[in-house]
């Protein structure tokens, strides 16, 4: 976008920690997070499930107490050999992985095993606490069918709001597709999440994402003394990207090819923008 340009405009991921705290104590299953372990993976395997349903997401009490019942029945079908002591995570490569110090058996296992079948579970207890190579086997297969549901459910999902307190993106962005594009301009829009940092030194406007095709605003701009021609000319900049794409010259990566700077000074207020922007860039910063 416009020239100061760094800035994380939607915030961290804020990661749903797994099972993290020492609940308090329970009868028989220990419930601590434990790393880091070495890991036995099961490595991945390919999916083969062509559909599969999509659940909500839990919330942190639901998953802890997934987690809880899930290292309860581990060690009871193990008995009294091992004291089961189970991590949950999201990690996407190793899916289960294990350690026996006996009469400690640490168990990291992927979220996805929290909904696992009875069969399943007492799989995990004979790989885990047992060694049983046809219990690795039929880990594998349980992997490959739940992993659909995880591609098909990424665990942030983005919900693209274009309707602001002042400025609805998406009427501007039609407004601006048939008056600049001839409507040929495919895209979605949004505000960007505030995210809470006051002290920045960047601030980026806007950013376009090729991929998915979606542009969004940072949510400074969604404000009574914003005008209006400022909000449009940064929706014009990022549809710009869709198509101009940024070119590699001489191994260099153009964001703003010389096609997509003649294009922008196009735009009706164009010089209007910019100074808007060098007049305003001190206020932008600090919301
Ligand atoms: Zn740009």
Redesign the pocket.
């Given at each position: 976008?416009?020239a100061p340009r760094q800035l994380d405009l939607f915030g961290k991921a804020r990661a749903v920690s797994p099972v993290a705290q020492p609940p308090r104590p329970v009868p028989v299953p220990v419930l601590v997070p434990v790393q880091p372990l070495v890991p036995e993976p099961v490595p991945a395997p390919a999916p083969r499930v062509p559909h599969v349903a999509v659940p909500p997401l839990p919330t942190r009490q639901q998953t802890l107490a997934r987690a809880r019942a899930l290292a309860t029945q581990i060690a009871a079908i193990l008995g009294s050999e091992f004291k089961v002591l189970l991590t949950v995570h999201d990690n996407r490569s190793t899916m289960i992985s294990f350690r026996r110090q006996p009469p400690l058996l640490k168990i990291r296992a992927h979220h996805m095993f929290l909904d696992a079948p009875p069969e399943v579970i007492r799989s995990i207890a004979e790989y885990a606490g047992q060694g049983k190579p046809a219990a690795g086997a039929a880990l594998d297969d349980y992997i490959a069918h739940q992993q659909v549901l995880i591609r098909a459910f990424p665990r942030k999902p983005t919900a693209l709001e274009s309707r602001g307190e002042c400025f609805d993106l998406q009427v501007l962005l039609e407004e601006i597709n048939v008056a600049h594009f001839e409507g040929k301009v495919e895209a979605r829009i949004g505000w960007g999440r505030q995210t809470g940092k006051r002290r920045r030194k960047s601030i980026r406007l806007?950013v376009?994402d090729h991929k998915a095709r979606e542009i969004r605003l940072h949510p400074a701009l969604d404000r009574p003394d914003v005008p209006r021609f400022f909000v449009e000319f940064i929706v014009f900049?990022?549809m710009?990207?869709q198509l101009f794409p940024s070119a590699r010259d001489t191994g260099r990566h153009v964001?703003?090819p010389r096609a997509f700077r003649e294009r922008e000074r196009s735009f009706p207020k164009y010089d209007a923008a910019m100074a808007w922007e060098r007049q305003h860039l001190q206020e932008l910063l600090r919301r």
């Open positions: 976008m416009l806007g376009y900049h990022e710009l990207h964001h703003h």
